[in-house]
């Protein structure tokens, strides 16, 4: 699976959207972007994921350049409860079962 | 709750001492994971089955580690003499079908190897 780069840490008033970054650029074309968060003492939960379309649900919004070579996920109405560390993972869709977690975002929502 | 679940949430130990974990999948899930996570690390990929069948395993997974899921539903987790470099939380998670669906994580065990 392709590599993924994150800020180690960001701050996000609380209202504000969150806008996180990503830069996957060794990304191949049957590799999908994946989110997860992971809130303090809790397991990884999924977010969203997308191939190159822009990708929206009830948590979040996923866009992706359209070289895909990078992505942002945005939270669009951060709460304090959105404090947590977000994992930006590349992920083949052909019998690639496990997830390559790096080390993340580190997202604070400032009261 | 249907969510995956993982007993025991705390288990502090000696060195030396076998620990066993366990994880209950959501239910019908075919497919569970076992990841490792260390203070300030995402989560690392240890092995995963799909039902009964364990098909890949990390070489993180040395011979002092073990697992099973002997009826394609729990599973468990087996550390041998353990040391204190297998201090970690262990996460388990699952997901169901054939393709790479989202994966539901548990709670996960944290283990203290003193």
């Known amino acids: 699976d392709a590599k993924t780069t994150q800020p180690p840490s960001m701050d996000c008033a609380e209202g504000r959207a969150a806008n996180l970054p990503c830069n996957h650029s060794?990304?191949?074309?049957?590799?999908?972007v994946y989110w997860y968060r992971q809130i303090h003492s809790q397991g990884p939960q999924y977010i969203i994921h997308?191939?190159?379309n822009n990708e929206t649900n009830e948590m979040a919004s996923l866009i992706i350049t359209e070289d895909r070579k990078s992505s942002t996920l945005i939270l669009p109405h951060a709460t304090l409860r959105d404090t947590a560390v977000y994992y930006c993972?590349?992920?083949?869709?052909?019998?690639?079962?496990?997830?390559?977690f790096g080390t993340g975002t580190r997202l604070t929502i400032i009261p | 709750d249907t969510g995956v679940s993982q007993d025991p949430r705390h288990k502090i130990t000696k060195r030396g001492q076998n620990v066993t974990f366990r994880c209950d999948p959501i239910?019908?899930?075919?497919?569970l994971y076992w990841y490792r996570q260390t203070l300030g690390q995402g989560p690392e990929f240890l092995t995963y089955?799909?039902?009964?069948?364990?098909l890949e395993k990390s070489r993180l997974l040395s011979d002092r580690f073990s697992a099973e899921r002997p009826k394609g539903s729990f599973s468990t987790l087996e550390i041998q003499r353990t040391e204190q470099g297998d201090s970690a939380m262990y996460l388990c998670?699952?997901?169901w079908g054939q393709g790479n669906g989202e994966q539901f994580f548990g709670p996960g065990t944290r283990l203290t190897v003193l």
């Open positions: 239910s019908e899930h075919n497919r």
């Open positions: 060794t990304i191949s074309g049957n590799e999908y």
């Open positions: 997308g191939l190159k």
């Open positions: 998670a699952s997901s």
């Open positions: 993972i590349v992920r083949s869709n052909f019998g690639n079962e496990k997830l390559t």
């Open positions: 089955f799909q039902n009964e069948a364990q």
